[in-house]
């Protein structure tokens, strides 16, 4: 295992608290600094998992303040926030269906779904559905000739 300095140990803390993946830590420290790490010497600086439970408190506190200023920035992302994506996927869809792509569109209608919430489920409630105007369950269809009916006349 390498000795590292102070700046890749914090470049490594600072990139898991952002939480990239040990491997994408160590693909970023050799690109960054030209040092060649493991994902597992990359994960001893990981205070959430069971590598990383020795770390010194030093690099816990700028884990922790990394991690919490990450989650609070994370709302200044747009598509991070509900609105900015259904916009999105609305946009997709209105040129999904203008291309005629009736597929793509269907799939883009049912992720805005589920993006908003509970919408995608088909169900109905009673208090939606009154007793009163239940679908009908069968219909009976009579032709009648119009010869026939001007017949009877």
Not at 91 to 105: V, W
Request: proline share 4%.
């Amino acid at each position: 295992m390498a000795t590292l300095s102070n700046d890749v140990k914090a470049f490594i803390v600072q990139a898991l608290a952002c939480f990239d993946t040990p491997s994408q830590v160590a693909a970023a420290v050799k690109e960054e600094f030209g040092i060649e790490v493991s994902r597992q010497q990359c994960e001893s600086h990981d205070p959430t998992k069971y590598a990383g439970r020795d770390l010194a408190k030093r690099w816990r506190v700028l884990f922790e303040d990394t991690r919490k200023r990450f989650r609070e920035e994370t709302a200044d992302i747009p598509i991070a926030n509900r609105a900015h994506r259904l916009r999105t996927l609305g946009r997709m869809a209105e040129k999904a269906e203008g291309m005629r792509n009736l597929a793509l569109t269907a799939q883009l209608l049912e992720q805005a779904a589920k993006e908003v919430g509970d919408v995608y489920v088909n169900r109905q409630t009673k208090a939606e559905m009154p007793h009163d105007d239940l679908p009908p369950t069968r219909v009976q269809v009579e032709v009648v000739d119009a010869r026939v009916r001007d017949a009877d006349a």
